[in-house]
């Protein structure tokens, strides 16, 4: 073994038993279970390059990676573990917990927007990330193959939540031939169908006592 500028050159030989030819079908093989061993830095980080960057204490040195181990690299002595961070959500909540998975979600999520020149209001952003952890665990808001329901979408129980996320007509038509019934009990549906959500204000219903209306105008009246 030995090392040529920035790559480690292992040099394998099967001795041979006198009479005998190589073996080189377990030479390839040894080769290839060489190839997928790790013979040093950190497993899941294929490439690391520094930048000395400008902040507020003055010129850093940032190492960015490609691939992740944020529980890995947070054992080494060297690194800040209060300024490291990674985009792997799943890896955050692993190592952190899910409000602070909620919390990269929203980081990314704004970060996407914001390089395309798309200007959304905070909150909608949160909405996602609540309901993508809404059960302590990281839900992808997707649908999978072969019309499975899964991830957030699978907690969508009635029609019209499900077909204003994904698949309009598919949805439609499933609940139209099982003759399906909407009650409008989510916002989702409220708002869909231009109705009141049942939730804040919207779950009260008020109506004017003109009985006692007219008691008190007659005390006030009387008083004055």
């Known amino acids: 073994m030995e090392q040529r500028g920035d790559y480690l050159v292992i040099n394998m030989k099967e001795l041979a038993k006198p009479g005998e030819e190589y073996n080189y079908q377990a030479l390839r093989k040894w080769a290839m279970m060489i190839i997928n061993e790790r013979v040093g830095g950190i497993k899941g980080i294929k490439q690391a390059v520094a930048e000395l960057v400008t902040t507020e204490k003055g010129e850093e040195f ?29 890896e ?24 395309q020149g798309l200007e959304v209001d905070k909150r909608y952003i949160s ?3 609540d309901a993508m952890t809404r059960n302590g ?8 193959a072969m019309h499975i329901p899964s991830g957030y979408f699978s907690i969508a129980k009635s029609p019209l939540s499900q077909m204003a996320f994904e698949w309009t007509r598919h949805v ?24 009141i959500p049942p939730v804040g204000t ?4 008020d109506r004017w006592d003109w009985k006692r209306a007219k008691e008190l105008l ?7």
């Not at 665990?137 to 999978?144: D, F, W, Y």
């Open 92 to 115: 955050i909540a692993e190592v952190f917990g899910i409000e602070a998975a909620r919390q990269s979600l929203l980081n990314e999520l704004w970060e996407v927007l914001k390089e």
């Open 127 to 129: 909405l996602i990330a």
């Open 137 to 144: 665990n990281l839900e992808a808001v997707r649908l999978s």
């Open 172 to 195: 439609a038509l499933i609940a139209a031939r099982k003759g399906e019934d909407n009650p409008i009990n989510s916002p989702l549906d409220a708002i869909i169908t231009g109705q």
């Open 218 to 224: 007659a005390e006030v009246g009387g008083s004055a």
């Open 62 to 90: 940032v190492i960015t990676t490609q691939g992740s181990n944020l529980k890995e690299v947070l054992k080494l002595e060297f690194v800040d573990p209060t300024r490291t961070i990674t985009n792997d959500c799943s």
């Open 202 to 205: 919207g779950m009260v219903s």
